[in-house]
């Protein structure tokens, strides 16, 4: 875990930790300021990846995950346009 912030509220494009598809976070980090935060690659290898987590009755965080692609048997982290994934 490399970042957990407080938020209003939280949507996750790709579902959560999806190291494969790339996808984004969006939501109201209070009530007046929105925020968006795109998965990227961090290097040729690590993917940063944002998911939504909310514990039911508790409060809501934006969290960012890195994974090594090669630990989930995939060779890179592709960025760009692409956005952030692992192939």
């Known amino acids: 875990l ?3 912030v407080q938020v209003q509220s939280c949507t996750d ?3 959560g930790l999806n190291y494969l598809v790339t996808g984004n976070v969006s939501g109201m980090l209070n009530s007046t300021t929105s925020y968006k935060k ?3 690659c961090i ?3 690590t993917v940063g990846e944002y998911r939504c987590v909310n514990p039911g009755s508790g409060p809501v965080y934006r969290e960012l995950w890195s994974e090594d692609c090669t ?5 890179r982290c592709i960025g760009g346009s692409s956005g952030g994934r692992c192939i």
């Open 13 to 15: 494009t790709d579902g």
């Open 2 to 4: 490399l970042e957990r």
């Open 71 to 75: 630990n989930i048997n995939k060779t």
């Open 38 to 40: 795109n998965d990227f």
């Open 43 to 45: 290097n040729n290898i």
